[in-house]
Protein backbone atom coordinates (compact mmCIF):
# COMPACT_ATOMS: atom_id res chain seq x y z
CA UNK A 1 0.00 0.00 0.00
CA UNK A 2 2.95 2.32 0.38
CA UNK A 3 3.05 2.29 -3.54
CA UNK A 4 -0.80 2.67 -3.83
CA UNK A 5 -0.32 5.98 -1.48
CA UNK A 6 2.03 7.31 -3.88
CA UNK A 7 0.47 6.52 -6.85
CA UNK A 8 -3.01 8.13 -5.42
CA UNK A 9 -1.59 11.19 -5.23
CA UNK A 10 -0.21 11.28 -8.25
CA UNK A 11 -3.50 10.57 -10.04
CA UNK A 12 -5.16 13.74 -7.98
CA UNK A 13 -2.87 15.66 -9.46
CA UNK A 14 0.06 18.99 -8.34
CA UNK A 15 -2.88 21.45 -7.42
CA UNK A 16 -4.65 21.02 -4.11
CA UNK A 17 -8.00 20.09 -4.15
CA UNK A 18 -10.16 22.61 -2.49
CA UNK A 19 -13.53 21.16 -2.70
CA UNK A 20 -12.16 18.20 -0.49
CA UNK A 21 -10.07 19.93 1.68
CA UNK A 22 -12.80 22.59 2.38
CA UNK A 23 -15.54 19.64 3.22
CA UNK A 24 -12.90 17.58 5.62
CA UNK A 25 -12.44 20.58 7.17
CA UNK A 26 -16.07 21.63 7.78
CA UNK A 27 -16.56 17.72 9.15
CA UNK A 28 -13.33 18.27 11.28
CA UNK A 29 -15.34 21.37 12.76
CA UNK A 30 -18.59 19.37 13.22
CA UNK A 31 -16.71 16.28 14.78
CA UNK A 32 -14.43 18.24 17.21
CA UNK A 33 -17.37 20.62 17.95
CA UNK A 34 -19.68 17.97 19.24
CA UNK A 35 -16.86 16.33 20.89
CA UNK A 36 -16.07 19.98 22.82
CA UNK A 37 -19.58 19.33 24.28
CA UNK A 38 -18.29 16.79 26.81
CA UNK A 39 -15.84 19.03 28.58
CA UNK A 40 -17.96 22.22 28.40
CA UNK A 41 -20.51 20.57 30.54
CA UNK A 42 -18.45 19.44 33.34
CA UNK A 43 -19.33 21.44 35.57
CA UNK A 44 -23.32 20.87 34.47
CA UNK A 45 -22.37 17.21 34.82
CA UNK A 46 -20.45 17.20 38.07
CA UNK A 47 -23.30 18.81 39.84
CA UNK A 48 -26.10 16.64 38.17
CA UNK A 49 -23.95 13.18 39.60
CA UNK A 50 -22.33 14.67 42.48
CA UNK A 51 -19.06 14.01 41.05
CA UNK A 52 -15.28 15.21 42.44
CA UNK A 53 -12.93 15.90 40.28
CA UNK A 54 -11.43 12.41 40.33
CA UNK A 55 -14.38 11.60 38.37
CA UNK A 56 -14.40 14.22 35.74
CA UNK A 57 -10.88 13.02 35.14
CA UNK A 58 -12.48 9.45 34.49
CA UNK A 59 -15.07 11.11 32.22
CA UNK A 60 -12.49 12.58 30.52
CA UNK A 61 -9.66 9.57 30.24
CA UNK A 62 -12.47 6.94 29.04
CA UNK A 63 -13.48 9.70 26.27
CA UNK A 64 -9.86 9.91 25.41
CA UNK A 65 -8.42 6.35 25.84
CA UNK A 66 -10.98 5.19 23.60
CA UNK A 67 -10.20 7.59 20.62
CA UNK A 68 -7.03 7.01 21.11
CA UNK A 69 -6.22 3.19 21.65
CA UNK A 70 -7.56 2.49 18.31
CA UNK A 71 -6.04 5.56 16.38
CA UNK A 72 -3.07 3.87 15.35
CA UNK A 73 -4.90 0.25 14.61
CA UNK A 74 -7.20 2.20 12.24
CA UNK A 75 -4.55 3.88 10.48
CA UNK A 76 -2.60 0.73 9.92
CA UNK A 77 -5.38 -1.30 8.80
CA UNK A 78 -6.16 1.57 5.89
CA UNK A 79 -2.93 1.89 5.02
CA UNK A 80 -3.28 -1.64 3.68
CA UNK A 81 -7.03 -1.28 2.84
CA UNK A 82 -8.78 1.85 2.25
CA UNK A 83 -11.86 2.65 3.39
CA UNK A 84 -13.56 5.68 1.69
CA UNK A 85 -16.32 5.83 3.54
CA UNK A 86 -15.10 4.94 6.93
CA UNK A 87 -15.46 8.91 7.92
CA UNK A 88 -19.16 8.50 7.66
CA UNK A 89 -19.14 5.46 9.91
CA UNK A 90 -17.40 7.22 12.53
CA UNK A 91 -19.55 10.00 12.39
CA UNK A 92 -22.49 7.81 13.43
CA UNK A 93 -20.55 6.29 16.22
CA UNK A 94 -20.88 10.21 17.10
CA UNK A 95 -24.13 10.32 16.78
CA UNK A 96 -25.14 7.12 18.84
CA UNK A 97 -22.80 8.98 21.63
CA UNK A 98 -24.42 12.24 21.91
CA UNK A 99 -27.98 10.36 22.13
CA UNK A 100 -26.76 8.58 24.71
CA UNK A 101 -25.07 11.15 26.78
CA UNK A 102 -28.40 13.51 26.54
CA UNK A 103 -30.32 10.31 28.13
CA UNK A 104 -27.91 9.07 30.40
CA UNK A 105 -29.48 8.34 33.96
CA UNK A 106 -26.12 7.91 35.81
CA UNK A 107 -22.25 8.34 35.84
CA UNK A 108 -21.41 4.78 34.06
CA UNK A 109 -24.11 5.65 31.33
CA UNK A 110 -21.98 8.78 31.08
CA UNK A 111 -19.04 6.90 30.61
CA UNK A 112 -20.44 4.67 27.68
CA UNK A 113 -21.37 7.60 26.46
CA UNK A 114 -18.69 9.27 25.62
CA UNK A 115 -16.56 6.27 24.92
CA UNK A 116 -19.10 5.72 21.66
CA UNK A 117 -17.68 9.04 20.82
CA UNK A 118 -14.40 8.47 21.43
CA UNK A 119 -14.88 5.34 18.96
CA UNK A 120 -15.95 7.90 16.33
CA UNK A 121 -12.75 9.81 16.78
CA UNK A 122 -10.42 6.99 16.48
CA UNK A 123 -12.66 6.19 13.09
CA UNK A 124 -12.45 9.78 11.89
CA UNK A 125 -9.25 10.85 12.27
CA UNK A 126 -6.68 8.76 10.59
CA UNK A 127 -8.60 8.31 7.41
CA UNK A 128 -9.15 12.18 7.43
CA UNK A 129 -5.81 12.89 7.66
CA UNK A 130 -4.52 10.95 4.68
CA UNK A 131 -7.38 12.37 2.77
CA UNK A 132 -6.11 16.28 3.39
CA UNK A 133 -2.82 14.98 2.50
CA UNK A 134 -4.36 13.25 -0.62
CA UNK A 135 -5.83 16.67 -1.95
CA UNK A 136 -2.91 18.77 -0.77
CA UNK A 137 -1.14 19.64 -4.02
CA UNK A 138 2.29 18.80 -2.46
CA UNK A 139 1.39 21.26 0.10
CA UNK A 140 0.65 18.77 3.30
CA UNK A 141 1.59 21.37 5.90
CA UNK A 142 -0.49 23.58 4.11
CA UNK A 143 -3.14 20.96 3.72
CA UNK A 144 -2.90 19.97 7.49
CA UNK A 145 -3.17 23.01 8.58
CA UNK A 146 -6.35 24.15 7.13
CA UNK A 147 -7.90 20.20 7.97
CA UNK A 148 -6.31 21.13 11.83
CA UNK A 149 -8.09 24.49 11.76
CA UNK A 150 -11.63 22.85 11.28
CA UNK A 151 -11.33 20.84 14.41
CA UNK A 152 -10.01 23.75 16.43
CA UNK A 153 -12.39 26.07 15.29
CA UNK A 154 -15.51 23.71 16.15
CA UNK A 155 -13.92 22.91 19.60
CA UNK A 156 -13.71 26.71 20.26
CA UNK A 157 -17.40 26.87 18.97
CA UNK A 158 -18.80 23.84 21.14
CA UNK A 159 -18.39 25.70 24.13
CA UNK A 160 -20.41 28.59 23.62
CA UNK A 161 -22.74 26.35 22.23
CA UNK A 162 -23.10 24.28 25.63
CA UNK A 163 -23.41 27.45 27.04
CA UNK A 164 -26.30 28.91 24.96
CA UNK A 165 -28.06 25.11 25.15
CA UNK A 166 -27.25 22.85 27.29
CA UNK A 167 -26.17 24.95 30.35
CA UNK A 168 -29.22 26.68 30.61
CA UNK A 169 -31.65 24.40 29.58
CA UNK A 170 -30.15 20.83 30.49
CA UNK A 171 -28.24 17.84 29.25
CA UNK A 172 -31.21 16.36 27.27
CA UNK A 173 -30.77 19.26 24.66
CA UNK A 174 -27.90 17.76 23.51
CA UNK A 175 -30.31 16.19 20.96
CA UNK A 176 -30.51 18.93 19.38
CA UNK A 177 -26.45 18.28 18.32
CA UNK A 178 -27.45 15.49 16.63
CA UNK A 179 -27.99 17.75 13.81
CA UNK A 180 -25.11 18.53 13.22
CA UNK A 181 -23.78 14.68 13.21
CA UNK A 182 -26.40 14.04 10.47
CA UNK A 183 -24.62 16.93 8.78
CA UNK A 184 -21.12 15.56 9.02
CA UNK A 185 -22.64 11.90 7.72
CA UNK A 186 -24.00 13.70 4.47
CA UNK A 187 -20.37 15.95 3.77
CA UNK A 188 -18.37 12.96 4.81
CA UNK A 189 -20.65 10.19 2.57
CA UNK A 190 -19.67 12.72 -0.48
CA UNK A 191 -15.75 13.07 0.67
CA UNK A 192 -16.20 8.85 0.40
CA UNK A 193 -16.80 8.90 -3.35
CA UNK A 194 -14.66 11.23 -4.36
CA UNK A 195 -11.69 9.05 -2.09
CA UNK A 196 -13.03 5.93 -3.88
CA UNK A 197 -12.51 7.42 -7.65
CA UNK A 198 -8.81 7.90 -6.77
CA UNK A 199 -8.53 4.26 -5.53
CA UNK A 200 -10.42 3.17 -8.48
CA UNK A 201 -7.48 5.42 -10.26
CA UNK A 202 -4.87 2.83 -9.40
CA UNK A 203 -6.89 0.69 -12.30
CA UNK A 204 -5.54 2.49 -14.81
CA UNK A 205 -2.04 1.21 -15.78
CA UNK A 206 -1.51 4.38 -18.15
CA UNK A 207 -0.45 6.51 -15.75
CA UNK A 208 3.18 7.89 -14.63
CA UNK A 209 3.61 7.52 -10.60
CA UNK A 210 6.60 9.26 -9.03
CA UNK A 211 8.17 7.05 -5.87
CA UNK A 212 7.75 8.36 -2.65
CA UNK A 213 10.66 10.80 -1.67
CA UNK A 214 12.19 8.92 1.64
CA UNK A 215 14.47 10.80 4.21
CA UNK A 216 18.46 9.73 4.11
CA UNK A 217 18.63 8.77 7.91
CA UNK A 218 19.31 5.66 9.98
CA UNK A 219 16.79 3.52 11.88
CA UNK A 220 18.39 5.17 15.00
CA UNK A 221 18.06 8.70 13.92
CA UNK A 222 14.50 7.63 13.01
CA UNK A 223 13.51 6.38 16.15
CA UNK A 224 15.10 8.66 18.21
CA UNK A 225 13.17 11.73 16.16
CA UNK A 226 9.69 10.08 17.26
CA UNK A 227 10.60 9.66 20.43
CA UNK A 228 11.65 13.64 20.58
CA UNK A 229 8.03 14.27 18.72
CA UNK A 230 6.23 11.75 21.25
CA UNK A 231 7.97 13.80 24.38
CA UNK A 232 6.50 17.38 22.69
CA UNK A 233 3.25 15.64 21.89
CA UNK A 234 3.19 14.97 25.86
CA UNK A 235 4.62 18.41 26.61
CA UNK A 236 1.43 19.93 24.70
CA UNK A 237 -1.02 17.74 25.36
CA UNK A 238 -0.67 17.92 29.14
CA UNK A 239 -0.73 21.26 29.57
CA UNK A 240 -3.89 21.80 26.87
CA UNK A 241 -5.77 19.32 29.59
CA UNK A 242 -4.84 21.78 32.39
CA UNK A 243 -6.92 24.42 29.84
CA UNK A 244 -9.59 22.33 28.08
CA UNK A 245 -10.77 20.51 31.55
CA UNK A 246 -9.98 22.80 33.76
CA UNK A 247 -9.65 26.34 33.15
CA UNK A 248 -13.40 26.96 33.79
CA UNK A 249 -12.78 25.63 37.64
CA UNK A 250 -9.84 27.92 37.58
CA UNK A 251 -11.56 30.98 36.85
CA UNK A 252 -14.29 30.55 39.07
CA UNK A 253 -12.35 29.26 41.86
CA UNK A 254 -9.94 32.19 41.54
CA UNK A 255 -12.01 35.25 40.47
CA UNK A 256 -15.01 34.10 41.87
CA UNK A 257 -17.41 34.23 37.94
CA UNK A 258 -20.25 32.26 36.94
CA UNK A 259 -19.95 28.91 34.49
CA UNK A 260 -21.24 30.77 32.27
CA UNK A 261 -18.62 33.58 32.07
CA UNK A 262 -15.76 31.03 32.52
CA UNK A 263 -16.74 29.29 29.30
CA UNK A 264 -16.54 32.67 27.52
CA UNK A 265 -12.73 32.67 28.28
CA UNK A 266 -12.43 29.58 27.35
CA UNK A 267 -13.61 30.22 24.05
CA UNK A 268 -11.35 33.22 24.08
CA UNK A 269 -8.47 30.58 24.50
CA UNK A 270 -9.99 27.69 22.17
CA UNK A 271 -10.77 30.78 18.99
CA UNK A 272 -6.60 31.40 19.88
CA UNK A 273 -5.87 27.88 19.54
CA UNK A 274 -7.92 27.56 16.44
CA UNK A 275 -5.84 30.56 15.04
CA UNK A 276 -2.79 29.14 15.56
CA UNK A 277 -3.14 26.05 14.12
CA UNK A 278 -3.72 27.93 10.46
CA UNK A 279 0.26 29.09 11.02
CA UNK A 280 2.18 26.33 11.87
CA UNK A 281 1.33 24.18 8.56
CA UNK A 282 2.34 26.67 5.69
CA UNK A 283 4.53 28.50 7.27
CA UNK A 284 6.63 25.08 8.28
CA UNK A 285 6.30 24.06 4.00
CA UNK A 286 8.35 27.62 3.66
CA UNK A 287 10.78 27.28 6.94
CA UNK A 288 10.82 23.88 7.56
CA UNK A 289 8.83 22.15 10.12
CA UNK A 290 11.68 21.70 12.81
CA UNK A 291 11.77 25.29 13.31
CA UNK A 292 8.14 25.51 14.18
CA UNK A 293 7.93 22.91 16.38
CA UNK A 294 10.74 24.19 18.21
CA UNK A 295 9.58 27.53 18.11
CA UNK A 296 5.49 26.90 19.23
CA UNK A 297 6.51 24.24 21.73
CA UNK A 298 9.40 26.26 23.88
CA UNK A 299 8.59 29.80 22.48
CA UNK A 300 4.91 29.28 24.89
CA UNK A 301 7.11 29.06 28.37
CA UNK A 302 7.32 33.08 29.31
CA UNK A 303 3.85 32.96 28.58
CA UNK A 304 2.64 29.79 31.17
CA UNK A 305 4.81 31.02 33.98
CA UNK A 306 3.15 34.14 34.08
CA UNK A 307 -0.09 32.43 34.20
CA UNK A 308 -0.39 31.87 37.59
CA UNK A 309 0.25 35.01 38.89
CA UNK A 310 -2.09 37.23 36.20
CA UNK A 311 -5.44 39.17 37.39
CA UNK A 312 -8.36 38.22 34.92
CA UNK A 313 -7.41 40.34 32.20
CA UNK A 314 -4.09 39.83 31.68
CA UNK A 315 -5.35 35.67 32.32
CA UNK A 316 -7.43 36.44 29.18
CA UNK A 317 -4.68 37.51 27.19
CA UNK A 318 -2.11 35.09 28.19
CA UNK A 319 -4.31 32.21 27.45
CA UNK A 320 -4.89 33.87 23.91
CA UNK A 321 -1.24 33.97 23.35
CA UNK A 322 -0.80 30.74 24.73
CA UNK A 323 -3.33 28.85 22.61
CA UNK A 324 -2.06 30.90 19.69
CA UNK A 325 1.58 30.35 20.29
CA UNK A 326 1.15 26.26 21.22
CA UNK A 327 -1.19 25.40 18.53
CA UNK A 328 0.84 25.75 15.54
CA UNK A 329 3.08 22.83 16.50
CA UNK A 330 0.76 19.79 15.53
CA UNK A 331 0.54 20.09 12.27
CA UNK A 332 3.72 20.56 11.55
CA UNK A 333 4.60 17.64 13.91
CA UNK A 334 2.02 15.46 12.00
CA UNK A 335 4.29 16.18 8.77
CA UNK A 336 6.99 15.63 10.10
CA UNK A 337 6.59 12.39 11.16
CA UNK A 338 4.40 11.49 8.46
CA UNK A 339 7.77 12.43 6.07
CA UNK A 340 9.77 10.43 8.49
CA UNK A 341 7.89 7.12 7.62
CA UNK A 342 6.62 7.80 4.37
CA UNK A 343 4.20 5.13 2.99
CA UNK A 344 2.35 5.29 6.44
CA UNK A 345 0.66 8.00 6.40
CA UNK A 346 -2.73 6.41 8.16
CA UNK A 347 -0.89 4.90 11.19
CA UNK A 348 1.22 7.84 11.55
CA UNK A 349 -1.39 10.20 11.77
CA UNK A 350 -3.65 7.48 13.55
CA UNK A 351 -0.52 7.57 16.40
CA UNK A 352 -0.39 11.13 16.71
CA UNK A 353 -3.83 11.71 17.12
CA UNK A 354 -4.25 9.08 19.36
CA UNK A 355 -1.31 9.90 21.91
CA UNK A 356 -2.67 13.75 21.23
CA UNK A 357 -6.16 12.32 22.87
CA UNK A 358 -4.34 9.57 25.17
CA UNK A 359 -2.15 12.20 26.12
CA UNK A 360 -5.14 14.70 26.90
CA UNK A 361 -7.05 12.13 28.78
CA UNK A 362 -4.37 10.49 30.82
CA UNK A 363 -3.44 14.44 31.57
CA UNK A 364 -6.81 14.84 32.97
CA UNK A 365 -6.97 12.23 34.72
CA UNK A 366 -3.67 12.90 36.56
CA UNK A 367 -4.46 16.73 37.06
CA UNK A 368 -8.18 16.01 38.07
CA UNK A 369 -5.89 13.82 41.12
CA UNK A 370 -3.80 16.16 41.80
CA UNK A 371 -6.33 19.10 42.08
CA UNK A 372 -8.33 17.19 44.34
CA UNK A 373 -4.88 16.20 46.58
CA UNK A 374 -3.68 19.99 46.37
CA UNK A 375 -5.83 22.47 44.75
CA UNK A 376 -6.37 23.89 41.34
CA UNK A 377 -3.82 26.55 41.60
CA UNK A 378 -1.16 23.81 42.23
CA UNK A 379 -2.25 22.38 38.98
CA UNK A 380 -1.42 25.81 37.11
CA UNK A 381 1.66 25.92 38.96
CA UNK A 382 3.00 22.41 38.18
CA UNK A 383 1.76 22.69 34.41
CA UNK A 384 3.15 26.19 33.51
CA UNK A 385 6.99 24.23 33.47
CA UNK A 386 5.67 21.76 30.69
CA UNK A 387 6.54 23.68 27.79
CA UNK A 388 10.18 23.23 29.01
CA UNK A 389 10.05 19.85 26.80
CA UNK A 390 10.51 21.77 23.85
CA UNK A 391 14.17 22.48 24.06
CA UNK A 392 14.33 18.81 23.29
CA UNK A 393 13.45 20.16 19.81
CA UNK A 394 16.76 21.77 19.03
CA UNK A 395 18.01 17.69 18.26
CA UNK A 396 15.71 16.64 15.57
CA UNK A 397 17.11 16.55 12.17
CA UNK A 398 16.48 19.09 9.38
CA UNK A 399 14.55 16.73 7.44
CA UNK A 400 13.76 19.12 4.17
CA UNK A 401 17.85 18.76 3.61
CA UNK A 402 17.97 14.62 4.13
CA UNK A 403 15.15 14.25 1.80
CA UNK A 404 16.32 16.91 -0.47
CA UNK A 405 19.63 15.04 -0.61
CA UNK A 406 17.74 11.28 -1.14
Excluded at 238 to 255: E, R
Aim: hydrophobic share 50%; proline share 5%; glycine share 10%.
Amino acid sequence: MEQAESRTQVAVGSQAVMPILLSLSFAHLLNDAMQSLIPSIYPLIKKNYHLDFSQIGLITLTYQLTASLLQPLVGHFTDRRPQPFSLATGMCFTLCGLVSLSMAGSFHAVLLSVALVGMGSSVFHPESSRMARLASGGKHGTAQSLFQVGGNTGAAIGPLLAAAIVVPFGQRYLLWFCVLACIGIVVLWRVGRWYQVQLMALQHPQKTFRPIPHPTLSRLQIGFSLFILLALIFSKYFYLASMNNYLTFYLMAKFHISIRHAQVYLFIFLFAVAAGTMIGGPVGDRIGRKYVIWISILGVAPFTLLLPYANLFWTAILSMIIGLILSSAFSAIIVYAQELLPGKVGMISGLFFGLAFGMGGIGSAVLGELADRTSIFYVYHVCSFLPLIGLLAGFLPDLEKHIARS
